[in-house]
């Protein structure tokens, strides 16, 4: 949607939801995601819990301690994100190995372009 220059205007065109009428009448209602914005967050995400990893991933294995448990978590949890941002339902193994190449790219802080 072409913006309008006014900010509150705008502003309510920013979220879009999906209203479905349920054979009873009963409305439900969600809000849709907008791609772009996931991949940004996703993004975000990602390099940030990769850098509080690497902040705690220092010692032998037996300093492993909570903070270096939950940083994994974070971890893994902002990978799945991107994942699921990244790939959606195509799971196959060349998506997969595409997107373990462009997540290596965006942990060592270099520039990606999105095709929008």
């Known amino acids: 949607m072409e913006k309008t ?3 509150t205007v705008d502003s ?8 479905k009428i349920a054979p009873d009448g009963t409305l439900e209602t969600r809000l849709v995601e907008d791609p772009e914005q996931e991949m940004g967050l996703a993004v975000a995400e990602m390099r940030q819990s990769w850098k509080e990893f690497c902040d705690v991933n220092k010692g032998t294995i037996a300093a492993y301690s909570y903070e270096w448990w ?3 978590m974070w971890l893994s949890c902002a990978e799945n994100r991107l994942k699921e941002a990244f790939c959606g339902r195509h799971r196959d193994p060349a998506s997969i190995k595409q997107f373990h190449r462009w997540r290596m790219t965006i942990i060592h802080n270099r520039p990606y372009r999105s095709n929008s």
């Not at 309510?12 to 209203?19: G, K, R, W």
């Open 5 to 7: 220059g006014n900010e």
């Open 12 to 19: 309510m065109f920013d979220e879009i939801t999906e209203t």
């Open 70 to 72: 939950k940083a994994l």
